[in-house]
């Protein structure tokens, strides 16, 4: 079992930023990915960004490189550096990962973030 606890997420005016943090306990030793996905109201949950366990990354199409994942394994956590935020990034931001443990993969959810982009 993994757990994942999100913090971070908050109100800021078009063109700000945040950083959300996710912090993962449990059985880290199994994990493979850690990222980040956001639901929007009325839409479907959709990637953002992941980062492997041997540290690459791989982001969503439309973010014009304005976000960035980092992962800090001393602390067990993923970051998630939003720049230049739009109205359109408003959602509640959900921490992944992905474990592997005797050949079985199993995926973990937070309980998700809110971020609101408005002036």
């Known amino acids: 079992q993994v757990q994942l606890v999100e913090s971070g997420g908050g109100l800021v005016q078009p063109g700000g930023s945040l950083r959300l943090s996710c912090a993962a306990s449990?059985?880290?030793?199994?994990?493979?990915?850690m990222g980040w996905y956001r639901q929007a109201p009325g839409k479907q949950r959709e990637m953002v960004a992941f980062?492997?366990?041997?540290?690459?990354?791989r982001y969503a199409e439309n973010q014009e490189g304005r976000f960035a994942i980092s992962r800090d394994t001393a602390k067990n956590t993923v970051y998630l550096q939003m720049n230049s935020l739009k109205a359109e990034d408003t959602a509640v931001y959900y921490c992944?990962?992905?474990?592997?443990?005797?050949?079985?993969?199993?995926?973990?959810w937070g309980q998700g973030t809110q971020v609101t982009v408005s002036s």
């Open positions: 992944n990962a992905i474990t592997s443990l005797r050949a079985t993969l199993n995926t973990y």
């Open positions: 449990g059985s880290i030793f199994s994990i493979k990915t």
């Open positions: 980062v492997t366990s041997s540290n690459n990354t």
